[in-house]
């Protein structure tokens, strides 16, 4: 499967992407555990029932963020990226829980060819993700480095 070259990319549209993901337990405490996070909030359910408001472990936020840019990989930059230029405006309006189902739809907001590569261009893109009920969850924009279409 190809991404999007930077010609491709057209400011206003909105991508709804196929890809959706149920997140798991072991996603979670994996995530949690591999980059060293022993937020009980994440890790410890008998802590949360006993002290979050949630009653329940949330899932780790940088998970969410992951996970969020990766489902939209598939239908804009698998294979037609150079780079992550950065990622801002990283919000988590509401919280994901271990059995929400993620959905993502990306909005491309803005364009330029790079200064310095003719080859290449910026896209800039505002991913959102959703649970199952449809609740914004997270939010980013994200600035990608993209091939230009090779000319033959």
Same mark, same amino acid.
């Given at each position: 499967?190809?991404?999007?070259?930077?010609?491709?990319?057209? +400011?206003?549209?909105?991508?709804?992407?196929?890809?959706?993901? $149920? *997140? %798991?337990? =072991? &996603?979670?405490?994996?995530?949690?555990?591999?980059?060293?996070?022993?937020? #009980?909030?994440?890790?410890?359910?008998?802590?949360?029932?006993?002290?979050?408001?949630?009653?329940? #472990?949330? *899932?780790?936020? +940088?998970?969410?963020?992951?996970? =969020?840019?990766? +489902?939209?990989?598939? &239908?804009? %930059?698998?294979? $037609?990226?150079?780079?992550?230029?950065? =990622?801002?405006? *990283?919000?988590?309006?509401? #919280?994901?829980?271990?059995? &929400?189902?993620?959905?993502?739809? %990306?909005?491309? +907001?803005?364009? @330029?060819?790079?200064?310095? @590569?003719?080859?290449?261009?910026? *896209?800039?893109? $505002?991913?959102?993700?959703?649970?199952?009920?449809?609740?914004?969850?997270?939010?980013?924009?994200? !600035?990608?480095?993209?091939? !230009?279409? #090779?000319?033959?």
């Amino acid at each position: 499967m190809q991404g999007l070259y930077y010609e491709e990319f057209e +400011i206003g549209k909105i991508i709804s992407h196929g890809l959706s993901k $149920t *997140v %798991t337990e =072991m &996603d979670n405490m994996l995530f949690s555990n591999m980059t060293l996070n022993a937020q #009980p909030l994440h890790i410890d359910r008998s802590f949360c029932e006993r002290e979050s408001e949630f009653k329940q #472990p949330l *899932v780790n936020s +940088i998970f969410t963020l992951g996970l =969020m840019i990766g +489902i939209s990989v598939n &239908d804009t %930059t698998i294979g $037609t990226t150079i780079a992550n230029l950065g =990622m801002t405006d *990283v919000n988590f309006p509401a #919280p994901v829980f271990q059995g &929400d189902s993620i959905h993502v739809k %990306t909005e491309i +907001i803005d364009k @330029r060819e790079s200064k310095s @590569r003719p080859t290449a261009g910026i *896209v800039t893109m $505002t991913h959102r993700a959703y649970n199952q009920n449809d609740v914004l969850v997270a939010t980013c924009t994200r !600035k990608a480095f993209m091939k !230009k279409q #090779p000319i033959d």
